[in-house]
């Protein structure tokens, strides 16, 4: 398994900006597809964005689209989930995840979670 330790979070005014990070340690990160969740209070958890083990696919859910940005450093063992536009409705813990098929990870079929970040967006 892959160990993730994500950081970034924080309280923002609606329409800013935060850029979480996930760093990886543990089995090699290069070979994992990755992603982002959240959880709002009382909420279930939900799936926010996707990237492939090379990068070279995205898939991100239709409440972030055009807002949200995820990417990844194999170099770095990181990756990251930029917020632009952010809106009171997007305040959630968000958890990074990291699992063995890009398809299924959206579905959350995971392998490793990290512990979660608080974001909170004001109004």
């Known amino acids: 398994q892959v160990q993730l330790v994500e950081s970034g979070g924080g309280l923002v005014q609606a329409g800013g900006s935060l850029r979480l990070s996930c760093a990886a340690s543990?089995?090699?990160?290069?070979?994992?597809?990755m992603g982002w969740f959240r959880q709002a209070p009382g909420k279930e958890r939900e799936f926010v964005a996707a990237i492939s083990w090379s990068g070279s696919s995205t898939y991100y859910a239709d409440s972030v689209k055009g807002r949200f940005t995820i990417s990844r450093d194999n170099a770095k063992n990181t990756v990251y989930l930029q917020m632009n536009s952010l809106k009171p409705e997007d305040t959630a813990v968000y958890y990074c995840?990291?699992?063995?098929?890009?398809?299924?990870?959206?579905?959350?079929?995971?392998?490793?979670w990290g512990q979660g970040t608080q974001v909170t967006v004001s109004s």
């Open positions: 543990g089995r090699t990160f290069s070979v994992y597809a």
């Open positions: 995840a990291a699992g063995s098929n890009f398809y299924n990870l959206r579905v959350g079929v995971v392998g490793s």
